[in-house]
């Protein structure tokens, strides 16, 4: 089992719709979890990071955590086409020899058509 | 406040040959992240720098090194080169006070190996 998993995707949606973007992870003790976004030929670029279990929102961008499933979503209201790029959810291994490691996701491709 | 930077942005390279890429963080960061991206791979972590030390390290061979400076800046080099370390090598910059901290990549560096 893959330490940070994401839906594999390709992920379509219609611009104005809620896209979804979803990852699990197998590491109890991590307690940060973050999502970038890429672009075709681009670095990873942070949107978010949460640390608590629950909702955190940020503009059209809300992710949700919960500690006890393992899970971490990502939703993006009023998708955009100019949302279309590679979704990355990853997160630092638990213990204390996470420093400056973070376990990537293998990325969901989404693609918002107008 | 400028971001990561990361030079040269594009590297071409013969088997056998070795290559050094260099990373400035964010004003302020003293930790430095260095990954590697492939298609097949996704995104893995190779090592961390902290006032000029290697705190973390991932699953790579010892031809991948690297170092830091009294500035924070960061070099990696990889000797012997192969095939398989054509990738897109990427730094990201933290404050370093915590295994979670956010990181925040540099443009990448595409080093194509023939």
């Known amino acids: 089992q893959k330490e940070v998993e994401q839906n594999s995707g390709p992920l379509s949606v219609p611009e104005g719709a809620i896209a979804s973007l979803n990852c699990t992870y197998s590491?109890?003790?991590?307690?940060?979890f973050f999502w970038y976004r890429q672009y075709s030929g681009k670095s990873p670029e942070l949107i978010m990071f949460?640390?608590?279990?629950g909702d955190k929102e940020d503009g059209r961008f809300t992710a949700q955590l919960n500690k006890a499933s393992q899970y971490v979503s990502l939703l993006i209201r009023d998708s955009q086409p100019s949302d279309s790029a590679t979704y990355l959810c990853?997160?630092?291994?638990?213990?204390?020899?996470?420093?400056?490691?973070?376990?990537f996701g293998q990325g969901t491709i989404l693609t918002v058509h107008p | 406040k400028a971001g990561v930077t990361q030079t040269p942005r594009y590297l071409i390279k013969t088997r056998g040959q070795q290559v050094t890429l260099s990373c400035s963080p964010i004003?302020?960061?003293?930790?430095v992240s260095w990954y590697q991206q492939t298609p097949g791979q996704g995104l893995q972590f190779l090592f961390e720098y902290f006032s000029e030390t290697q705190r973390n390290k991932g699953n790579f061979p010892g031809r991948f090194s690297g170092r830091q400076f009294s500035n924070s800046r960061s070099e990696m080099n990889v000797s012997t080169l192969e095939l398989g370390d054509s990738a897109l090598y990427l730094c990201?910059?933290?404050?370093?006070?915590?295994?979670?901290?956010?990181?925040?990549f540099g443009p990448g560096t595409r080093l194509t190996v023939l």
């Open positions: 990853a997160a630092p291994p638990g213990g204390g020899t996470s420093y400056g490691k973070l376990t």
């Open positions: 590491d109890r003790g991590s307690q940060s």
């Open positions: 949460i640390y608590s279990n």
């Open positions: 990201a910059s933290s404050l370093g006070v915590g295994g979670g901290d956010t990181q925040y």
């Open positions: 004003s302020g960061h003293r930790s």
